[in-house]
């Protein structure tokens, strides 16, 4: 079962997407990847700009898992009579569906050389049968703006939520989210544009991109409204009456679980995976996942216990991979713990995943949040927030909503953690989880019921060693223009760089030495910036080392 670990299933239309609801789709995995009309070394074919920065950031490179699917592979698929619905690049195969299971198709599939494996649904062979649970059943509670006792000035009825974490201190800081992008995966995000909580999110164009991964079209806003609670946690502002942990991030809005008709299907964890890796493409910094996996409508398809091993379904190795790419990945660890199954599922088992348990507002475990270990002993959940009585948007409004369920938990934790790596720019995405485990009051004594316990973020600053004066007299440089003609002049502009001698390293997306050049700083002419030599059009990293200083960009070269 999939819990999208709230509380009540909401928005029940007819009719569905055949994709939605049919059992007769197959995972098919490639035996491996050419590179095609691709190449490593022009990344930004493939990437987005943002995408390729964070990469260059944490010093990540750009290899073959970055590569779409080889299009003659699921053009292949296409003339056998498959339908094609997802192909993932990270996992290396696509979602198809066989129509009507004709096994003349299945097999003239599985006859393909490039063609390592087809699994029904999606499921891998010999799958074990998990126990069902049974989902939290309590409803989202509206209540007048008058009969909310956690009030603050700035926080309203979202006080106790943010000041159990001193969220509030990096929001009076400043830090609210600015410049960071948010993906946000759900059931889907109805009336959202006409809550007045999104008044400011939408006046400043904050929703970059929103796509529906199940019946594959823009319409997000519609069936379900699981999303909309979950950006109340995150993105609301409303001050002196609702305001989210993160409410001037960007936000990507993507629906990849189908709730309606109550059927579960493993072809929602590819959604995922398809949504995941356009994220990524778009440049998210940061993950929320308020969904979880076990169970689906057949036995066969179920989730076993061991397979919560961080390495076993989809979803979670999308999730890992995503990690990789620097991408700080938040899932709810789930609302089993007070029945048979009890313990954590899929994608929360991921060993790069941040998963988060619940609390009330006063810091103490509540009943139903998921326990650990994962399966091969690691200790889940990572941290708790609140997720009893979180207060976010009643929809279709005005007013509170205060609901219940790990759903919650997760984006007000998603949302601080990115307030967070906004204060510490430097820091890599598993520096953050890191720190947030580091800085929670049971980081000595991690255990399965709370993890490493409820995050203090003014504490995460002091172990980062933040100061006020942070930032403000940092080296700063740039290259411009951006992209550069081979007959225009390329400058490195910078401000507050140590003088001295620097050495300028083009370098190709897999770390091979282009070109180097030196210059001194200041310039000879006294200016903020130096003319720096080009190599041949292409795409670069360019590293500028000097004075007890070493920073990396990107730079586009055209002809």
Same mark, same amino acid.
């Given at each position: ?52 920065? !964070? /990469?260059?950031?944490? *010093? #990540?490179?750009?290899? +073959?898992?970055? @590569?779409? =699917?080889?299009?003659?592979? %699921? ?47 999606? !499921? /891998?062979?010999?799958? *074990? #049968?998990?126990?069902? +649970?049974?989902? @939290?059943? =309590?409803?989202?509670?509206? %209540? ?62 904050? =929703? ?352």
């Amino acid at each position: 079962m999939k819990t999208i670990s709230r509380i009540v299933l909401l928005f029940l239309v007819s009719g569905f997407s055949s994709w939605a609801q049919t059992r007769d789709t197959y995972w098919v995995a490639f035996t491996h990847k050419p590179a095609g009309v691709y190449s490593l070394q022009q990344p930004q074919a493939f990437l987005g700009p943002r995408s390729i920065a !964070r /990469r260059v950031r944490q *010093g #990540i490179s750009i290899d +073959s898992s970055d @590569l779409p =699917v080889h299009a003659p592979f %699921l053009d292949s698929l296409r003339a056998a009579g498959a339908q094609v619905k997802h192909s993932s690049k990270w996992l290396n195969g696509a979602t198809i569906r066989i129509p009507n299971n004709d096994s003349v198709i299945l097999q003239r599939i599985s006859n393909l050389p490039f063609v390592r494996q087809t699994l029904p649904n999606g !499921r /891998r062979a010999g799958s *074990g #049968i998990a126990t069902p +649970s049974t989902k @939290l059943a =309590v409803d989202p509670l509206p %209540l007048p703006l008058s009969s909310i006792s956690r009030t603050s000035t700035a926080y309203g009825a979202s006080s106790a939520q943010i000041r159990l974490h001193k969220g509030d201190l990096l929001h009076d800081m400043g830090y609210r989210g600015q410049g960071l992008r948010i993906a946000v995966f759900d059931a889907g995000f109805v009336a959202m544009p006409q809550i007045r909580a999104f008044d400011s999110l939408y006046a400043r164009n904050g =929703v970059l991109d929103a796509f529906d991964f199940v019946d594959m079209d823009s319409m997000v806003y519609e069936l379900d409204g699981h999303g909309t609670y979950v950006m109340g946690c995150m993105a609301a502002n409303l001050p002196g009456e609702l305001m989210g942990t993160a409410p001037k991030a960007e936000y990507m809005l993507y629906r990849t679980e189908n709730n309606v008709g109550g059927s579960e299907n493993p072809v929602e964890e590819d959604n995922w995976v398809a949504a995941a890796e356009r994220a990524d493409s778009l440049g998210a910094d940061v993950f929320n996942s308020s969904l979880i996996y076990t169970t689906f409508d057949v036995p066969g398809w179920n989730h076993s216990w061991a397979d919560m091993d961080g390495n076993t379904t989809r979803m979670t190795r999308a999730s890992d991979m995503a990690a990789s790419k620097g991408i700080l990945v938040v899932n709810s660890a789930g609302n089993y713990g007070g029945g048979p199954w009890y313990k954590i599922g899929a994608a929360a088992d991921g060993d790069s995943v941040l998963a988060v348990g619940a609390t009330d507002t006063l810091g103490l475990r509540v009943g139903f949040s998921s326990m650990g270990p994962t399966a091969d002993g690691r200790i889940k959940p990572n941290v708790m927030a609140v997720g009893a009585g979180a207060a976010t948007c009643a929809i279709p409004g005005p007013g509170v909503a205060l609901v219940s369920g790990t759903s919650f938990a997760g984006p007000l934790m998603a949302g601080l953690a990115t307030c967070l790596w906004q204060a510490l720019p430097n820091r890599h995405a598993y520096q953050i989880l890191d720190l947030l485990e580091r800085c929670s009051n049971r980081s000595t004594n991690p255990d399965t019921l709370n993890g490493y316990g409820v995050p203090n973020l003014q504490r995460a600053l002091q172990l980062a060693g933040w100061s006020p004066s942070a930032g403000s007299n940092n080296p700063l440089w740039t290259l411009a223009p951006q992209p550069c003609t081979q007959d225009q002049i390329l400058q490195l502009r910078g401000s507050n760089l140590p003088s001295g001698t620097y050495r300028v390293t083009w370098m190709n997306t897999q770390g091979q030495r282009i070109q180097e050049s030196e210059f001194q700083w200041p310039s000879e002419s006294g200016q903020n910036f130096v003319e720096i030599s080009k190599p041949k059009p292409g795409f670069y990293v360019v590293s500028l080392s000097g004075p007890s200083y070493r920073d990396r960009r990107t730079c586009l070269l055209h002809p």
